[in-house]
């Protein structure tokens, strides 16, 4: 499908379940939302502390850790509000807890566009389809349709002052399903500032960028780009 253009954006909330997630999945596209002035807001999930096995890093440090890295990687790509809701990494399951978490941020956020992993698992790219990147965009998409705009859904929100809002479409990262591409060529560098930044998790591999780069050009060319060019492809939903 053809998505919103970027023109009819002023917001974009990207939900995800870990600190680099956001990186990874999108930061090349982000990139170019903030250049064109969108303000671009995370809310990460989990406290990310089982990631980083390799770092050395003591467990009761590293959500800590884990939270200054991607506020570092924020503004790499121009990112600078950012959430953590703090759920326990790894034990990540949907609940009515998290959706209305997920939907006070919405409220919050008043996104025309989310970003989301995908609830369903993809078989051809198994880092895509963690435990809890399946429970994040499961949850994420319950909370866009129908509870963010529903009135009626989680009242106690909206006694708060939080007023139901209807979100325009959804873009999932690792989706096995994707019908969009972005062609980050001119924002990779950005992407991998921003990855950089988690030095936690990535410190060990002295081969991210060339990993990296060998996925988006994977992805340009099944979009029919040229070579060497880079993309990062999504299944965009409209939710309007």
């Known amino acids: 499908m053809t998505p919103l253009d970027d023109s009819e954006i002023k917001r974009v909330l990207v939900v995800m379940a870990h600190p680099d997630d956001c990186d990874f999945g999108a930061g090349g596209t982000i990139a170019q939302w903030t250049a064109r002035g969108i303000h671009v807001s995370y809310c990460i999930i989990t406290n990310g502390d089982q990631g980083g096995e390799e770092s050395g890093i003591p467990l009761e440090q590293m959500a800590a850790v884990r939270q200054k890295e991607q506020r570092d990687a924020g503004k790499a790509l ?101 019908n969009h591409f972005v062609d980050i060529t001119e924002t990779f560098s950005k992407k991998i500032a921003a990855l ?35 993309a990062e492809i999504f299944q965009v939903m409209n939710t309007d």
């Open 78 to 178: 121009g990112v600078n509000d950012i959430t953590f809701l703090n759920y326990r990494d790894g034990w990540l399951a949907p609940s009515m807890e998290l959706r209305k978490d997920i939907v006070k941020a919405i409220r919050i956020a008043k996104p025309d566009r989310m970003v989301v992993q995908s609830p369903e698992r993809n078989y051809e790219r198994v880092f895509a389809s963690h435990p809890d990147h399946l429970a994040a965009g499961e949850t994420a998409v319950q909370a866009v349709y129908p509870d963010a705009r529903n009135p009626y859904a989680f009242t106690d929100l909206k006694d708060s002052g939080f007023e139901p809002w209807r979100v325009r479409e959804v873009w999932i990262t690792g989706s096995p399903n994707p």
């Open 196 to 230: 950089h930044a988690h030095v936690s998790q990535i410190a060990h591999n002295k081969e991210l960028e060339k990993m990296v780069r060998e996925w988006g050009e994977r992805n340009a060319q099944a979009q029919g780009l040229a070579e060497g060019r880079i």
